[in-house]
Every structure is written in C-alpha cells, then in structure tokens.
C-alpha cells in the first residue's frame, strides 16, 4: 500500500495488470483478515490516484461495478461497511464525475442503494444515503428511477425522519436535511 501512495506509474501499472480483479476475488475470502485486507488495499489503491483510477473505472465500468456490488449484496457485514464506504468516497470525488454520472443513472444500481436503505445497519443506511442521493439531484436522471423515487415518496419520507436521528453524527446528514 504505501507504494501505491507515492507511485502513479505503480498505479497504473497495476490497474493495467487486473490488480483490482485480484482483489475483489480476495475479498470474497471465507477468513475475515483476508478479505479486509483485501477490501482496504482495493481502496488504497482506487483512491490513492483518484485520476487514475477514475479513469481505468470508466473504461472497466460494468465489469468493475458487477464485481463490487457483489459485496453490496452478499450480507458480510463487516465487507459491506468497508465496500459501500470505498463507494461513498469514490463517487463523490470530483474526479470520478464521468462515473458518478454514468452510476446515477443505473435502474439496476439505484434499486441496489433503495435495498441497502432498508438495512437494520444505521451505518450501513447512512452510507447508502449519501448515495441516494446522487440519483435523487441527478442532471440526467433515469426516467425509471424517477418513478421508483415518486412511487416510494412515503416510504422514503419516513427513512429520512428516522435518519434524521443521525444529525448528530454525521455532519454531511445534517446539512442535507436542511
């Protein structure tokens, strides 16, 4: 990891040699030090060079996405946390706007963030708010999301009163419920 830290050729040499790929399969390893330690180096190195990495993503996006939204699914708690946040961060990066853009308009992806949502984690909640969001304030909104949004209003409505609990700690949460 810290080669990664001071290296954009080492970068990028490992985006090109399917580094993020390794892993991923990694991180889906039944031993938890494993998998984390793979989850925390898959983040080190997708956010170390934001640039970089925004750009290998953008050219690997479905097959990227695919396989990290298998962990926004499988139900490992501790994954899913280190996952959904690497995910928060990325995409709200200014470098990844191409990819946050093209996310924000993905049926498949905001029906994903909705589920996660609805997880007995607050933590877990709050991340896949901020999240939400991008699909809520979206230029280019999915017209099928849009309707998902308008038919879940009163669900949604009462997900955000109970979020609202959170204010306190989490100061992003507070300024957007303003």
Not at 20 to 31: G, N, Y
Not at 134 to 155: A, G, Y
Request: proline content about 4%; charged content about 20%; overall charge positive.
């Amino acid at each position: 990891q810290n080669c990664v830290d001071t290296s954009p050729v080492l970068v990028r040499q490992l985006l090109s040699i399917g580094a993020v790929e390794r892993l991923m399969k990694a991180a889906q390893h039944p031993k938890f030090e494993v998998a984390s330690e793979a989850v925390a180096s898959l983040r080190h190195l997708l956010l170390g060079h934001k640039a970089l990495s925004a750009a290998w993503i953008a050219e690997n996006f479905q097959t990227f996405f695919d396989q990290l939204h298998v962990f926004l699914q499988l139900g490992n708690y501790p994954i899913l946390r280190q996952a959904l946040g690497m995910l928060t961060e990325m995409l709200l990066a200014p470098e990844f706007l191409v990819v946050m853009s093209r996310y924000s308009t993905s049926e498949s992806y905001f029906q994903i963030h909705m589920n996660l949502l609805r997880n007995s984690s607050p933590a877990v909640q709050l991340e896949a708010f901020h999240i939400f969001k991008l699909f809520v304030v979206s230029p280019h909104r999915n017209p099928r999301v849009e309707r998902m949004i308008f038919k879940n209003k009163d669900r949604l409505t009462r997900l955000l009163d109970a979020l609202g609990t959170l204010k306190q700690v989490d100061e992003q949460l507070a300024e957007d419920m303003r």
